[in-house]
């Protein structure tokens, strides 16, 4: 009973305990800090990704699945699966006229996809990822005021779903990165810069109905090329996925535009062995439009692995019946040639290496594990020589070997459950606050934090100097040292005029990932006991092989 | 009178670096149950080394006597007969008092019983244990520092809590290494006193000084010379 007592004592009498804590915390919190923006970097990765492609993401490309929208039926009637929507998507060049002449002309080659906008919405929340709209009451408040969202005339959101212009001319929304004179603030809103040449009011490409030429080429079911098809497009909208890759690659048109570019539209069939009276290949049948991606969202309360297995059912079920119908001239696809993957299966090249990135910070990071060990070890070695008088006063009145271990690996374990816990709670004040102290950095020192700095140094100098006077070279030596220190903050606090760590424009998300991961933070903590316990026990052991009669005479 | 406590010949021998220092070179001793022996003699003579190995805080040579307590060979003790041994049926008192400076007077004084005591015996027997912890600091006279840490206590006083650090397990012996070493005439005098009461209710110590004035106040002296009982 002796050893709770002790190890208690030990742990609130002095202060050496409190600096073993405080490093227990320090690499706990760091470690937790680190991983938790890691992991919420890649969970906002994930939630950009999955954006504009549902759960469950059916894709045939180039030649595209006929009767798309029996299987959109099929896919709508299962009970796990809340919408669908048709895409087709192909690669193209988009060429940009920015001022005058050639010289203001960019080309670039862009994914296109031909959307739905409608059941897109229902799949994938498209209009909310179209970015010239009109914001929240609530998002609206905390915009800079030169915000070009605050202006009612940039609110397009009506020609985003249109995908064509309030007159009926096709429209083409574009990922909201292609334009190159898009620019990103620190506040994560764009503005739009000048093109050189162009007039004083143009505006790349938003609102005022730039126009864009695309040119796509269709590829036959036998794999040969088509003509190349070029057509205007005035830009309605600009769409933010959250996803760089995305937004800088991706444009969209509507759907039946696509499909007319590329031949995958409805049209009629006919026969290379008969002719019609007036010498022409006679018309068999029509070959009905196609999609080559299908999007499906699941419905709530379901996984997208088990949407996925049901989604597989249902084309299976969708290509029999369709095969089975001797009335329609062409078939679907083989079930076999057709993918059928969830988001994260699809996107897994690109959020694999964000994982592996994590996973690497976080086995890097757990060298703090040993350093915590390691100051653990040093500081109850100090202790244990300090404490071996009390060791052999124990083991005189018989306390025995495993008693004094147990005494200093209790006291280790308290350190880490402590130390641990307020690493903990440190980590989580610093991630609940890291937009602010980010913004703190961000921004100049107010004047009164830079003269409070100053006056703090100063009364640092005056104990330096009353610790010589007294001769104390401790208080020398410590108040000497906070003098420096504080001077160093005090003249980085005149110059500091705000910097950025997290920049949006780079980091592409506006805000730093700022939840807790609370599973790294329980592993940690729990890592953190460990390691404190391992620390304690190598001067644990020596204190338990102490010889008492030694100790005592120890005075 | 039943002998509580005999060493026969018994030879220690500590290792300074490389070079052997012989301290005990066959000393023997009988210490009867109720007796209170002194063992005296000059500084470095092997007095202290006797009593480490009567109570069972060191162990002899190899080649050496034995230690019996009650007939037992303290040699032939497992650890936990060893522990046992130290817990129970002998208590130490230092010279230099040897107090845990972060417990407090009582705690100090309860430290033997709470070293042998099970988390389940000390909710059971926690009320007892302070109450025998207090009576005896009573006896002691240290009834109004119960709460004091040994910091905040005179040499005297220290020594009276070591005392009755030593008596709460109720030992069979009582051995003390220079009981009054630290303290000045009159305070020692007051501690001897303490320990002739005990005595005088029964108690079998072993004491040991290079005070003639202290050693007068056992009922028999023992003088070590060299390493040998004179």
């Avoid at chain 1, 995305?246 to 759907?255: G, H």
């Amino acid at each position: 009973m002796y050893a709770p007592l002790l190890a208690n004592r030990y742990l609130t009498s002095r202060i050496i305990p409190f600096i073993a804590v405080a490093a227990v915390a320090l690499c706990v919190a760091l470690v937790i800090v680190v991983v938790s923006v890691m992991s919420g970097f890649l969970e906002m990765v994930r939630a950009s990704g999955k954006t504009m492609t549902g759960d469950v993401v059916i894709s045939r490309p180039i030649t595209g699945m006929p009767y798309y929208q029996e299987l959109i039926k099929e896919i709508e009637a299962l009970p796990e699966a809340a919408a669908a929507s048709p895409i087709v998507e192909t690669f193209g060049l988009l060429q940009m006229q920015y001022g005058t002449g050639d010289g203001g002309k960019q080309i670039e080659m862009v994914e296109v996809w031909g959307i739905d906008p409608a059941s897109l919405d229902r799949v994938a929340d498209y209009s909310r990822k179209l970015y010239w709209s009109k914001p929240a009451d609530a998002a609206l408040a905390a915009m800079s005021p030169d915000d070009p969202l605050r202006n009612p005339f940039y609110h397009r959101d009506a020609d985003g779903m249109r995908l064509a212009t309030a007159d009926g001319r096709p429209g083409l929304v574009l990922g909201i990165e292609i334009s190159p004179f898009n620019r990103r603030g620190r506040d994560g809103a764009y503005r739009t810069s000048q093109a050189p040449g162009a007039p004083q009011d143009a505006d790349y490409f938003m609102p005022n109905a730039g126009k864009v030429i695309l040119t796509l080429v269709p590829v036959s079911e036998g794999g040969s090329l088509g003509g190349e098809r070029k057509r205007d497009f005035t830009v309605v909208n600009e769409f933010q996925s959250g996803l760089f890759q995305i937004d800088a690659n991706r444009i969209l048109v509507s759907l039946p535009v696509a499909q007319e570019m590329l031949r995958l539209d409805a049209a009629p069939m006919v026969s290379r062995t008969e002719f019609d009276e007036d010498g022409r290949p006679k018309v068999i049948g029509e070959s009905p439009s196609r999609a080559t991606t299908i999007v499906v969202r699941a419905r709530p309360g379901v996984d997208p692995v088990t949407l996925r297995d049901a989604v597989r059912g249902a084309y299976a079920r969708f290509h029999e019946r369709i095969s089975l119908d001797k009335t329609l001239p062409v078939n679907p696809p083989f079930p076999d040639l057709v993918s059928i993957e969830t988001w994260e299966e699809r996107l897994s090249d690109f959020i694999g290496p964000v994982e592996k990135e994590r996973e690497l910070m976080r086995t890097l990071f757990s060298i703090v594990y040993i350093v915590c060990a390691g100051l653990v070890l040093a500081i109850f070695w100090s202790i244990v020589q300090e404490k071996t008088r009390d060791i052999g006063i124990l083991r005189a009145v018989g306390a025995s070997r495993t008693g004094v271990l147990w005494i200093f690996l209790r006291y280790g374990l308290l350190i880490g459950i402590v130390g641990s816990a307020i690493g903990v709670l440190l980590a989580w004040a610093i991630i609940a606050r890291i937009n602010d102290i980010h913004t703190l950095l961000g921004t100049a020192a107010p004047g009164w934090l830079r003269v409070a700095a100053w006056v703090a140094t100063a009364g640092m100098l005056a104990l330096t100097v009353r610790g010589t006077l007294r001769a104390s070279a401790l208080h020398v030596v410590l108040w000497g040292f906070g003098t420096a220190a504080m001077a160093v903050v005090s003249a980085v606090l005149l110059q500091h005029e705000g910097f950025l760590v997290w920049d949006p424009s780079v980091y592409y998300f506006s805000r730093i990932p700022d939840s807790l991961d609370w599973h790294t933070a329980w592993t940690t903590m729990a890592g953190g006991i460990v390691f404190s316990v391992i620390g304690a026990s190598i001067p644990a052991a020596r204190a338990a092989d102490t010889d008492p009669v030694k100790s005592l005479r120890y005075e | 009178m039943t002998m509580l406590l005999e060493a026969e010949h018994v030879k220690k021998t500590y290792r300074l670096g490389r070079v052997d220092v012989p301290v005990l070179r066959g000393a023997s001793i009988t210490v009867d149950e109720g007796e209170w022996v002194a063992i005296v003699g000059s500084s470095g003579s092997g007095k202290s080394t006797l009593l480490h190995l009567l109570g069972g805080l060191d162990r002899p040579d190899a080649d050496s006597g034995p230690v019996r307590f009650a007939g037992e060979e303290l040699n032939r003790f497992g650890a936990r007969r060893e522990n046992l041994y130290r817990n129970r049926d002998v208590g130490f008192v230092f010279q230099f008092y040897h107090l845990l400076p972060e417990l407090t007077v009582l705690e100090n004084a309860m430290l033997p019983a709470l070293v042998g005591l099970s988390r389940v015996r000390w909710i059971s027997d926690r009320a007892a244990l302070r109450k025998r912890a207090a009576e005896l600091l009573e006896t002691c006279g240290l009834s109004h520092r119960l709460g004091h840490r040994p910091a905040e206590l005179s040499g005297g006083e220290r020594q009276r809590v070591a005392i009755a650090r030593a008596l709460i397990n109720k030992p069979r012996v009582l051995l003390a290494d220079e009981p009054t070493g630290n303290l000045d005439i009159h305070t020692g005098g007051g501690i001897l006193d303490l320990l002739a009461e005990r005595h005088a209710e029964g108690l079998t110590m072993v004491m040991v000084t290079h005070d003639a004035a202290v050693a007068a106040r056992a009922q028999r002296r023992v003088r070590i010379v060299d390493g040998r009982v004179e």
